[in-house]
């Protein structure tokens, strides 16, 4: 047996197709969705984040603006930008790029946004709101890991899920939509003995954990479905994920790819929120 591959970009690909004909009748009825985002400082990996958004927000009519800030801007500064931001009714959705400046509290620049603008899915009221099963802006790389499962109608109801990570971007919040979704979920992570008798038990297995090639094939039970979060740059500067993909492809019924797999997916879902905050405020 091998793995069928999930390629999140052909994926991500068909749903941008799809946005730009809803965000063409907004323009219709003079809606134009708009997104704020604000980076600070000149961390390459999250200037070449930005750099993604802008592209695909182009790509399907969302309009991008880009606040740059010098690594030296303190929180004071910052929350009174996000103020203005709150109050701008052209901006429907903000963005402040991870990770902040040590001087800035991540946890206080999160909740100085607008529930209704926060289209991150990380403000505390929509995090509640998630648990509670309402509808309010979906963390987007969960949140694209559950529209990959059910685009290829993949059973999730009654099924064992397995995530290893329990950070509050991925892990925590792809468990609970899964227990949303009547999943039993159970999360492993760093504190956790005797890790494979869990993970040989997952139908779905989703790996969070930023380490190269973490999981194997031992890991995994036969026919899972195996879906790879992590990034990682290996030594001869190609991306690689958390999942050794060559040995597990073996094992798994359908396997994600690192690149193409989850990443272009949460840009996606970052659009979706953004369109869906502009019908919202209009």
Do not use: W
């Not at 809606?31 to 958004?53: C, F, H």
């Amino acid at each position: 047996m091998s793995a069928e591959i999930i390629y999140g970009s052909e994926l991500s690909t068909e749903l941008k197709d799809n946005m730009k004909k809803e965000v063409n009748e907004l323009h219709e009825k003079g809606i134009y969705p708009s997104l704020t985002v604000v980076l600070i400082g000149d961390n390459p990996a999250s200037q070449s984040y930005v750099r993604g958004k802008q592209k695909a927000a182009a790509q399907v009519g969302v309009n991008s603006d880009l606040i740059e800030l010098p690594s030296s801007t303190t929180q004071e500064e910052l929350l009174q930008l996000i103020d203005r931001l709150n109050t701008d009714e052209e901006v429907h959705g903000i963005l402040v790029q991870l990770p902040l400046p040590e001087q800035i509290n991540e946890q206080v620049i999160i909740e100085a946004i607008d529930p209704s603008k926060d289209v991150d899915g990380f403000h505390p009221i929509n995090i509640g709101r998630m648990m509670a099963g309402k509808d309010t802006f979906l963390p987007c790389t969960p949140f694209g890991i559950i529209t990959i499962l059910k685009s290829r109608n993949i059973e999730i109801a009654g099924k064992h899920a397995v995530v290893i990570g329990r950070s509050n971007i991925v892990g925590k919040p792809v468990g609970q939509l899964l227990l949303n979704e009547n999943a039993t979920v159970t999360y492993c992570h760093s504190r956790t003995k005797n890790m494979k008798d869990f993970t040989l038990s997952a139908d779905i297995l989703i790996v969070a954990v930023g380490k190269e090639h973490f999981v194997s094939a031992d890991y995994v039970k036969e026919g899972a479905v195996v879906i790879d979060v992590g990034v990682n740059r290996m030594e001869n500067g190609k991306l690689t994920g958390d999942v050794d993909f060559e040995s597990v492809k073996e094992k798994a019924t359908f396997l994600t790819p690192v690149p193409k797999g989850v990443g272009p997916m949460t840009i996606t879902m970052l659009l979706h929120n953004t369109v869906k905050a502009a019908k919202q405020l209009s």
